[in-house]
């Protein structure tokens, strides 16, 4: 009924409790683990052999000898997905892990009987691998989440450690999919939204380890030009996902990708640009607080950089 879909890499401190949040769950139905390992240099693959020993009827191992991230190789859909034989694919990476036993069987559940539903989602703790703070950074009411929820919220609206969605969809993959690289799954939320309703749970199933090691946010630190190149894609993306929709919710679109070059604008540090007319309705959304270090990075970089530094200005989910 379910493929569980997980990559991991380095993930040796992170991936035990990982793979007890899968073995632990409580199903009516069959379920497998199809996890990858890209050439860690750690002893994650150690690890997952234990686990492939211990469960042999649910482990379902890749093993990598060489990393295909570093070549580019697009993982899911040319290792995971031709052995996936679920009708259902349950996301989580070999860093974050599950906490609730029955999340599987109410997932499936709310699919099995719930029509024009392309996805179901939960909340999600997150925990800062910098700091030590953990908190719920989602919604704690069940809802439902249209196609302008998730422009609007992209992976805001959800995590991927939640995702639970029909493999079909992930065998008809548009085109703008391949463009994944360098904004997260923030293309498959999108598709799956144009696809039907995403329904959410309130009730927290799993927790996301915020810059932990071998982590998309560790990797991305705070290198300003990663972070340029990245929100450009994104631009590139919202406009081939526009083009797919075939101009469906046109204005939210086109709203997104004025945020995100203002968002562009703060990482180059335009304090013209970002007080302009043009984004000064996304300059005016934010906190006294957010607003003041806008301003200290521009005009008192030294300043700016030691309370970074110490997180005196920590805000809740950055």
């Not at 949040?21 to 890209?38: A, C, K, L, N, P």
């Not at 463009?179 to 999108?190: C, E, L, W």
């Not at 090691?213 to 630190?221: I, M, V």
Request: glycine content about 6%.
């Amino acid at each position: 009924m379910v493929s569980i879909y997980c990559k991991a890499y380095n993930h040796e401190k992170y991936i035990r409790q990982c793979l007890d949040g899968f073995v632990g769950q409580e199903t009516d139905f069959r379920y497998e683990i199809v996890i990858h390992d890209d050439a860690s240099t750690d002893r994650t693959a150690e690890i997952i052999r234990e686990y492939e020993a211990k469960y042999p009827d649910l482990m379902r191992p890749i093993y990598q000898t060489e990393n295909q991230y570093s070549q580019r190789v697009p993982v899911f859909t040319k290792f995971m997905l031709p052995v996936m034989k679920g009708k259902y694919i349950a996301c989580c990476e070999g860093d974050d892990y599950w906490t609730d036993p029955h999340k599987l069987q109410r997932q499936v559940d709310f699919l099995e009987s719930h029509e024009g539903y392309s996805a179901c989602v939960h909340n999600t703790m997150v925990k800062n691998m910098t700091n030590g703070k953990e908190f719920l950074n989602y919604p704690e009411q069940d809802r439902d989440l249209g196609l302008e929820d998730v422009i609007k919220g992209g992976m805001a609206c959800y995590h991927t450690s939640s995702l639970m969605y029909p493999r079909r969809f992930a065998e008809n993959r548009p085109a703008f999919l391949r463009m994944q690289k360098g904004v997260g799954d923030y293309p498959m939320s999108i598709y799956l939204a144009l696809e039907g309703t995403i329904h959410y749970f309130g009730d927290c199933m799993s927790v996301y380890r915020f810059g932990g090691t071998g982590s998309w946010t560790k990797k991305l630190g705070d290198d300003a030009q990663k972070k340029i190149k990245n929100l450009t894609r994104q631009i590139d993306m919202l406009r081939a996902a526009d083009e797919y929709s075939e101009g469906r919710r046109h204005e939210v679109f086109e709203e997104q990708i004025a945020r995100t070059e203002f968002e562009m604008a703060l990482e180059k540090d335009d304090i013209q640009a970002i007080r302009s007319p043009e984004y000064r309705r996304f300059y005016n959304e934010y906190t006294f607080k957010h607003k003041v270090m806008v301003n200290l990075r521009h005009y008192c970089p030294p300043l700016y950089a030691f309370l970074m530094r110490y997180n005196k200005f920590y805000v809740k989910g950055e």
